[in-house]
């Protein structure tokens, strides 16, 4: 998915240790932030922000819906590029159809995991189907480490089998959690799973200490290390937890997505749909999708123009730091 803000703020990224003594979870709001014309689809946005910019090397979340499309009009994302990231799709209802210029045709379905590397430079589009009635899922970035963030073109899909953990399903898409692993192949140490919790259930699950962790809430009530996460919150763990322990506080079934990773100890500049280490990395990456460069390739399929892209920043970049770690 596109960063589709006409004036996105340019954002350099770091991680900073945090004392022991703070509290154990930061609890995350997300801002609604509209994707194209009048009748645009309203996304909400959790990270970046400005109390925290990465949870391990998850770095973009976005999480939709459920939206009527005859109503919002769905998603229809046009050829845009990307640099230095991979893209993470995963939905809950609806279809979404990818077309990239690796040349890859594929569509988005919920339960399925599509990812898309986008090192050096790969463009593409999204575009809800006919078929689609309820539109509602999470569009996510991952920040390529240095070594490889000029890596190739990939693209990779995955269906997880659901696991079933005492009143609870888990859907691990990246990673490993609850006995499940995913073949999917990340640059760094990454979790990424959907977790079901049946009414009035608690189950405790076993984690990587030396993972981050950031649960973000699709429905439901759920409640972790003594906070109560509503819908669209996105709750903050540092590094320490062997364990985590989810509580469902309704009568009816609540729904998260758990990300985690190895903390993400590079700086990172972040403007649009780039991700660079420097104004100069920005500035390239522009220039070359606005000449239509084969940097990026061309995404062949969608019909209309594809996404200019916005104008740089006149003031210089501001540090934005991620705040300290727990």
Known sequence: ???????PAELLCETVVRPESEPKVDVLAARDVPLGGPRAMTVRRTLPQRARTLIGAWCFVDHYGPDD???TGGMNVPPHPHTGLQTVSWLFSGEIEHRDSLGVHAFVRPGELNLMTGGYGISHSEVSTARTTILHGVQ???ALPEEHRHTGRDFQHYVPDPV???GAE???FLGALAGAT???RTFTPLLGAEIVLEPRSTITLGTDAGFEHGLLVDQGSIGVAGALLQPADLGYLGTGNDTLSLTNEGDTAARAVLLGGAPFEEQILMWWNFIGRSHDDIVEAREAWENAS???GRVDGYVGDRLPAPALPRTPITL???PPRH
């Open 164 to 166: 079933r953990v005492d």
């Open 69 to 71: 499309v005859a109503d």
């Open 294 to 296: 084969d940097r990026f």
């Open 1 to 7: 998915m596109s960063n589709a803000e006409t004036e």
């Open 140 to 142: 996510l970035w991952v």
């Open 182 to 184: 995913s073949p999917v």
């Open 320 to 322: 934005r730091r991620n």
């Open 170 to 172: 888990v859907r691990v």
